[in-house]
């Protein structure tokens, strides 16, 4: 997944579309038996988690601040009379209806797995909103945007909207009052008393954790959200009897199938039979990525855990987060992305020491990937939280999903129209300031906001490059180096791609300044924040090698000529991390480059002097109308 760099004027954040208060009541109502339940199961403890009385954590005044348009910013996904929507077939606009109306459940399954306070304080929110409280008001347009009453903002500064209520390691997938070093004692105690079975559903990425007397649980997505996803898989089958594209439908009812069932197999046939489609009217994906829990990951750091459970055979995958879109495919911009695959083979052959793993992309061999562009409908859950960065596309399944382990399926790419484009005079003119106060102005002239979409096509197909498989004990450091491997297999091939004719000369130098200058962060991010982690990293090892320099007064200059050979010499680190596949090996490297130094620092400050946006929300009209209807 590429995340939009935080610090781009015109897609700074992330966030997802709103929906009417019946559209929202209708899509919800099985939902409510779920809540109903929940209610009724806390009623045991004499807790009412859907009465709970929180406090507000922010100032009338901060959060009038927050919410004003010069600190909030919008992205906007297709209108009402969008032609892309206006010159689809009859039976494709019905089943993008109910395609919107399947992923906007992700929203309250998600902001379950994020945090187990979301569900409740959302409801509080809404009965102070109809006294009348200012407060409330106010915080549900940042708790809509964000999807949640925790979030970083694009200075790294953790918003809570509640008193009380903190961002935990192990989100609203694990007991909220688990530790990490209970965690791990409780593992240990169930692996010496043989129960492997138990320990690898825990350790899975598709299980929410309980409590079971002294030891725990897990409880698959299926069935914990078995209501939710009976929604979803009606939704999908109505849309299937009015889609126009065979393919397209076979995938619907197959995520249909997946979502009735608890089984991996299930997702592994819907997942592959989505990686092949290519050439259809419509975008539907139920996104799984797992960059959000920091609890799973930790088992590989203790060395008695980690000992027990390679005697075992589990290996410990981070749990998935899951999210929504829903799109037309643009054939114009499809046609321009897949240009690139006729490269791929080469530029598998040019990954360093690619002799001592398997790649998804073969050198010799046909590619298992497809690519399109889609413009936006509805971003749900996952992917439309507005958290300090917003998805500008996404490359999956992930190496951990059977339908490439099991059944040696490929990966499709999924680009992102409505986050990338500019379409106002307003955001060229705060990117222009932004320029004005970073970069040498010698440099402007190669600055290209379409060149960042090239690079992000070049990230995206850097995941399937490299090692495969053997990454997991890498622990938290896993989705940090596997975002940095992904930037600078971009860049590092940009001289065999010119060469080859992908790009022109003029390109390569667009796509090189235009990353370096995208790359400035306004503030040193937390590690939990894998895709600005990398970033800091990136812009620390080029600071070493000469290839880019910060003036004391903060601003950048790029040694053109050098950035791709030093692309290609961090690209050859982070491949003998990766293929050690050892956490401590993978700690010290991170740490070796994670350094904020005085000068990005000066740099920061001279973009915060030009910028004040700190949250986003997404604006979705056509989704709203077809959830009405």
């Not at 010496?192 to 138990?198: D, I, N, V």
């Not at 050198?363 to 992917?383: F, I, N, Y």
């Not at 300090?388 to 190496?399: M, Q, V």
Request: aromatic share 6%.
């Amino acid at each position: 997944m590429n995340v939009n760099p935080i610090n781009k004027t015109n897609n700074d954040l992330n966030t997802k579309g709103k929906v009417t208060p019946k559209a929202a009541q209708r899509v919800t109502e099985g939902g409510e038996k779920l809540m109903k339940e929940l209610d009724k199961m806390s009623s045991i403890n004499n807790v009412n988690i859907f009465k709970h009385d929180f406090e507000f954590n922010l100032s009338i005044e901060e959060l009038e601040k927050r919410t004003h348009k010069d600190y909030l910013t919008t992205k906007k996904m297709l209108a009402v009379d969008a032609p892309e929507f206006l010159n689809l077939s009859e039976g494709d606009k019905e089943a993008l209806k109910h395609l919107v109306k399947a992923a906007i459940v992700l929203d309250s399954v998600n902001m379950q797995l994020d945090n187990p306070n979301n569900l409740p304080f959302k409801e509080f929110l809404n009965k102070e909103i109809a006294k009348g409280n200012k407060s409330a008001e106010l915080s549900k347009i940042l708790f809509d945007a964000q999807k949640g009453v925790c979030s970083l903002d694009r200075e790294s500064n953790m918003i809570e909207l509640a008193k009380g209520i903190k961002m935990r390691a192990g989100k609203g997938i694990y007991p909220e009052d688990l530790e990490k070093d209970e965690f791990h004692a409780i593992l240990i105690k169930m692996l010496k008393e043989g129960k492997k079975e138990e320990v690898a559903k825990i350790l899975n990425q598709r299980s929410v954790v309980e409590r079971s007397g002294d030891e725990l649980v897990a409880i698959d997505y299926v069935d914990k959200f078995k209501d939710d996803f009976e929604i979803m898989a009606q939704e999908l089958e109505k849309a299937a009897q009015t889609s126009t594209n065979k393919d397209f439908n076979e995938f619907l009812l197959l995520q249909a199938k997946a979502l009735r069932t608890p089984d991996s197999m299930l997702d592994a046939y819907a997942d592959k039979k989505w990686a092949e489609l290519q050439d259809t009217p419509l975008e539907f994906t139920i996104t799984r990525e797992n960059y959000s829990d920091e609890m799973t990951e930790t088992v590989v750091e203790n060395p008695e855990l980690k000992a027990l459970l390679d005697e075992a055979g589990i290996v410990p995958v981070a749990k998935d987060f899951l999210g929504g879109r829903v799109g037309i495919i643009n054939k114009k911009g499809t046609e321009a992305i897949l240009n690139v695959k006729k490269y791929l083979p080469l530029m598998a052959k040019n990954m360093p020491f690619n002799d001592r793993y398997e790649q998804n992309i073969s050198p010799d061999k046909e590619s298992k990937q497809t690519m399109v562009d889609a413009d936006l409908v509805a971003v749900t859950g996952d992917v439309g939280e507005f958290r300090a960065g917003i998805t500008l596309a996404e490359n999956l399944p992930n190496d951990d999903k059977w339908s490439i382990t099991k059944l040696g399926g490929g990966r499709r790419n999924v680009y992102h129209r409505q986050i990338r484009l500019i379409t106002s005079d307003d955001a060229r003119e705060k990117m222009q300031k932004r320029l004005n106060a970073m970069l040498n102005p010698e440099l402007h002239k190669y600055y290209n906001d379409e060149a960042d979409h090239w690079f992000t096509v070049g990230h995206e197909n850097g995941h399937s490059l490299g090692p495969k498989t053997g990454t997991e004990g890498l622990g938290k450091y896993k989705s940090i180096i596997e975002e940095n491997k992904a930037d600078m297999v971009s860049l590092a091939m940009l001289d065999v791609l010119t060469e080859a004719g992908m790009y022109t000369p003029e390109q390569r130098k667009q796509i090189i300044v235009t990353y370096a200058a995208d790359n400035m962060l306004m503030s040193k991010p937390t590690l939990s924040q894998a895709h600005r982690v990398r970033s800091v990293m990136q812009n620390y090892f080029f600071i070493k090698e000469g290839a880019i320099t910060i003036s004391p007064d903060g601003v950048l200059d790029v040694n053109i000529e050098k950035m791709v050979p030093t692309a290609r010499k961090m690209l050859e680190k982070i491949i003998e991390v990766q293929l050690s596949g050892d956490f401590a090996t993978g700690e010290q490297y991170v740490n070796e480059y994670f350094v904020w130094t005085p000068e990005m620092e000066a740099l920061a400050q001279n973009i915060k002097k030009v910028s004040k946006t700190l949250n986003g929300k997404v604006e979705s009209p056509l989704a709203d109308k077809l959830l009405a209807e």
